[in-house]
């Protein structure tokens, strides 16, 4: 939730266009352990797909992306 909040400050602050803002998910971020939204190496998603993919199956992975590209 916290990565979710963090996110949305942050595209609001620099006034980013969620559906059009896009992020690749790193190796790491692949291999991200728990529950995730299946996501693999090299994968370019919008920050809104990536906040789907946070909120609805809790993925750690989206999570990970996020906070990679933001942080």
Partial sequence: MMTLITVIKL???F???PAKTFITVS???SHVT???ANLREG????????AY???LPSGNDA???MAEYFG
Avoid: P
């Fill in 27 to 29: 190796k790491a971020g």
């Fill in 15 to 17: 006034n980013l266009n």
């Fill in 53 to 55: 993919g946070m909120m």
């Fill in 11 to 13: 595209v609001a602050r």
């Fill in 34 to 36: 728990g529950t995730t």
């Fill in 43 to 50: 994968d370019i998603l919008s920050v809104e797909q990536l």
């Fill in 63 to 65: 999570a990970y992306t």
